[in-house]
Every structure is written in C-alpha cells, then in structure tokens.
C-alpha cells in the first residue's frame, strides 16, 4: 500500500491473509497447518504469547494439527518435528481443514 499526502509517501508492506494461497507453492491438507507468516512464526507451549517460545515454524512449512484449538479459535494445537505439541497464532496459519472442526483445548 502506497499512500502520498502532503509531500509525504508512506509504504507499509501488504499482511498475509489468513485462508489464502499466498506465495507458497503447496498447501496443506486433511491434519495440517501451514504458516502464511512472511517471517518465522514462534511455537509457544501454550496459547497465548504469555508462554514461553519453543520453536519456530519458516514461511510456508506444513506441520501436523495435533486437532485441537483454544476456545475462541485464535490459537491452534500443532505437532513439531520431534514429536512435541505446541500452538500457533492462527491468523498466520492456514488450516487443510476447517476450524470449527478441531475440538476446543481444556
């Protein structure tokens, strides 16, 4: 986006969107998430950014969903490559099947 006023140009960087295609060449399927985040996108032990970070996920990498999700559906349950559960913001993850169907997390 590219405004001009009063002599001033300001360029702010387009967010991914969540549900879209975006520039990754695959998209997940069936139990997968995938992250639309244009940098890497932290795995935290629970869902909130008040847990501590255990990983990352890159641009446009497919994790396994573990099948759940927090009860206003912002955050989803995903499994890492060693095995481990951790959550995801969701609106930089794309889901390979709907939201409303991950069961909600106690």
Known sequence: LITISGGLITILPTPPSSGGTGTCATAPSGMQAQ????????????PSTQFETMGTLTPCQIVPLSGFRNVDSTWVQIITSNGQTGWVFAQYARLGIPMASLAVSN
């Open 35 to 46: 992250s639309t985040a244009v940098t890497a996108l932290n795995i935290r032990r629970g």
